[in-house]
């Protein structure tokens, strides 16, 4: 069966600029997981969603990071005002709604802010 | 707070010999403790989890991994090594109430014929 998908698998913006990237998950799986990979270093926790409510957002590293899942399934990573700090690969991983179930990843966004 | 240390970067093994990649971690309370392999232009792929019961865990491609509550480690290991296993190795974490997994900074593993 599909994996997740994330789209686009490579952006490159401006610094100062919105984008948003996507994210499909497994069918039928409720949560739903973003993370970012920095060079060199393992991903890093940024947001978790059961259904459609965030159910844990203390990685986001600030208020320009904003994500959203308006039908329990296919989910938006929005970053506004980028900057080249936020160079990374964004990673989404969905797995079943029980805990202790291991995550199925993305391939990734790779983002670079120029 | 909680954390995962790999004090690897890399690991160098011959084809046929066996591997470790270390893993330790630090948590208050029952860790639940993961690896995920990731090869170049692929996404994090589990390869064995510890829950609870039999400290030695079974999983993908002939690994397993020693929970050892005592030095707080969660080592992975495999009786013989292939060149097909060089790639990324993360060991990662995760909590009673709290989905989110607190990954290692990863260990390069590479296999020589």
């Known amino acids: 069966g599909a994996g997740v998908s994330q789209t686009p698998s490579n952006k490159v913006t401006e610094k100062g600029k919105y984008v948003e990237l996507r994210c499909d998950p497994i069918?039928?799986?409720?949560?739903l997981y973003w993370y970012r990979q920095s060079l060199g270093q393992g991903p890093e926790f940024l947001i978790y969603?059961?259904?459609?409510?965030?159910?844990?957002d203390s990685g986001l590293p600030n208020d320009r990071f904003f994500a959203v899942r308006p039908e329990g399934s296919v989910s938006t990573l929005k970053i506004q005002r980028t900057e080249r700090g936020d160079s990374a690969v964004y990673l989404c991983?969905?797995?079943?709604?029980?805990?202790?179930?291991?995550?199925?990843f993305g391939q990734g966004t790779r983002l670079t802010v120029v | 707070a909680q954390s995962v240390a790999q004090p690897e970067d890399q690991v160098n093994v011959a084809e046929g010999n066996p591997l470790t990649v270390k893993c330790t971690y630090s948590?208050?309370?029952?860790?639940?403790l993961f690896w995920y392999v990731q090869y170049p232009n692929r996404g994090l792929q589990f390869l064995l989890k510890?829950?609870?019961?039999?400290?030695l865990v079974k999983g993908s491609y002939g690994f397993e991994a020693e929970f050892n509550k005592s030095q707080t480690s969660f080592h992975l290991k495999k009786p013989s090594a292939l060149v097909s296993d060089s790639a990324l190795y993360f060991c990662?974490?995760?909590?009673?109430?709290?989905?989110?997994?607190?990954f290692g900074s990863g260990t390069r593993l590479q296999v020589q014929p």
């Open positions: 991983a969905s797995s079943p709604s029980a805990s202790n179930t291991e995550a199925f």
């Open positions: 069918s039928g799986h409720t949560a």
């Open positions: 969603f059961q259904g459609t409510g965030a159910a844990d």
């Open positions: 948590v208050s309370g029952n860790p639940y």
């Open positions: 510890y829950i609870t019961g039999d400290n």
């Open positions: 990662a974490l995760q909590t009673t109430g709290r989905r989110a997994l607190t």
